[in-house]
């Protein structure tokens, strides 16, 4: 007979990170397109962890969405469905841009700025609250995810994969081809359409989708204190940064 042993006796540590049980109630469903952009309320389904694990199917996640008059929830079902076929047909993507140009970058990668961002202290509050978030739970909002991502790639102009693998150590939800794919969508040189300026303002990001800073003192209680940190780099010169590096290696 095999032994019997715990985790605890191979020498793992349980995790004090609970995965949250996902919500898919019809009225969910039918109010996600106005309070899935509000990291602040609880207007997502949390079904990430239990599609990337296979203990909900998505089968059935998609039968009960399309009986929902409102096309928005199944829409983002079915963008997961489609970054896995882009996976499977390009699968050099995991390490190099889909647009084959924006591998060109001149990428900055300072080891010191990613530290920051990877600990929530650039000094943008939404930017930050989402990293914190996402290390102390293993989640990060959708919205929130779409502005760290943008903030590191094109503020810092540190490489997408840096972020995607730290997104791949750190999520609950973590499936390499949405990972993949909407890294690349942020770095810009991944399937979307959108030109490379597309730069996130992670200010007004903050008056658009957290006006009363809800979310951002939960996460970042000394928000608005003198112990809070300094932008670590002025938004306008960032950009312009960004978009002279990206024409000159798209050029």
């Not at 509050?125 to 909002?141: C, F, I, K, P």
């Not at 359409?193 to 800073?213: E, G, L, S």
């Not at 002025?234 to 798209?250: F, I, N, P, V």
Request: glycine share 6%.
């Amino acid at each position: 007979d095999f032994p019997s042993l715990s985790l605890g006796d191979l020498g793992f540590k349980k995790s004090e990170i609970k995965v949250p049980a996902y919500q898919l109630e019809a009225s969910r469903i039918e109010g996600y397109e106005q309070t899935r952009n509000f990291p602040a309320m609880e207007g997502t389904s949390h079904l990430g962890p239990h599609l990337r694990f296979g203990t909900i199917s998505i089968r059935r996640v998609l039968e009960k969405a399309l009986k929902s008059e409102n096309e928005t929830f199944w829409n983002e079902l079915i963008w997961r469905e489609f970054f896995m076929q882009i996976l499977w047909h390009f699968p050099h993507t995991t390490t190099q841009a889909f647009k084959k140009p924006y591998d060109r970058i001149a990428w900055r990668n300072r080891e010191d700025e990613f530290e920051k961002w990877k600990k929530g202290e650039t000094g943008y509050a939404l930017v930050d609250a989402g990293m914190r978030e996402l290390n102390s739970t293993g989640y990060m909002h959708n919205r929130v995810r779409m502005l760290v991502a943008s903030f590191l790639c094109k503020h810092l102009l540190i490489d997408w994969r840096w972020g995607e693998a730290y997104f791949a150590e750190k999520l609950l939800d973590y499936e390499c081809s949405s990972n993949v794919g909407n890294w690349q969508w942020a770095a810009g040189s991944g399937v979307d359409a959108a030109p490379y300026f597309r730069i996130f303002n992670p200010m007004t990001q903050v008056d658009k989708f957290d006006k009363d800073h809800t979310y951002i003192r939960r996460w970042v209680p000394e928000y608005g204190t003198a112990a809070y940190a300094e932008k670590m780099v002025d938004h306008k010169l960032a950009r312009e940064r960004c978009l002279q590096t990206y024409k000159e290696a798209l050029s």
